[in-house]
């Protein structure tokens, strides 16, 4: 059944979901930033969602053949990975939340949330036209 949808929404839609997902963990990672013996979690999806969606390392596009692109994106196939990567150091508090770097991640994840709900936006203002359009 053909959809009223660009096929790149269920694709936006999930990646938002991840992206909103990793807030809550820096914004967790921040709350926690004073409790004695916390570890600071990170949710990496970006390698899984590059592989469902068939790029290489350059960042290009892979063809089956000349004429079309892959279409294999399943937003069900990837999920985030949350981690709780803790490596020994000899300095003191180095294995400490870093305020820096989660206040520097959360613009980071708030500026791709916001682009992608731009992207969405795009798609329903088109079709929002082409249905005004279309009862003239």
């Known amino acids: 059944m053909k959809s009223l949808f660009e096929p790149n929404v269920d694709l936006v839609g999930k990646v938002m979901n991840l992206q909103l997902e990793r807030q809550n ?9 004073k ?3 916390y570890k600071p979690r990170k949710l990496e999806f970006e390698d899984q969602l590059q592989a469902a ?20 994106f399943d937003p069900a196939t990837f999920t985030g990975e949350a981690s709780e990567a803790f490596k020994p150091r ?9 305020m820096d770097k989660e206040m520097a991640m959360m613009a980071k994840t708030n500026l791709a949330y916001t682009t992608l709900a731009t992207i969405i936006k795009s798609n329903f203002d088109g079709l929002r ?7 003239r």
């Open 25 to 33: 963990v820096v914004a967790s990672n921040i709350a926690n930033i």
């Open 35 to 37: 409790t004695k013996g």
């Open 53 to 72: 969606l068939g790029l290489n390392d350059t960042m290009k596009v892979r063809r089956t053949t000349e004429k079309h692109l892959p279409n294999s």
């Open 90 to 98: 000899i300095v003191n508090g180095e294995d400490r939340v870093d």
């Open 129 to 135: 036209n082409v249905i005004q359009e279309g009862s």
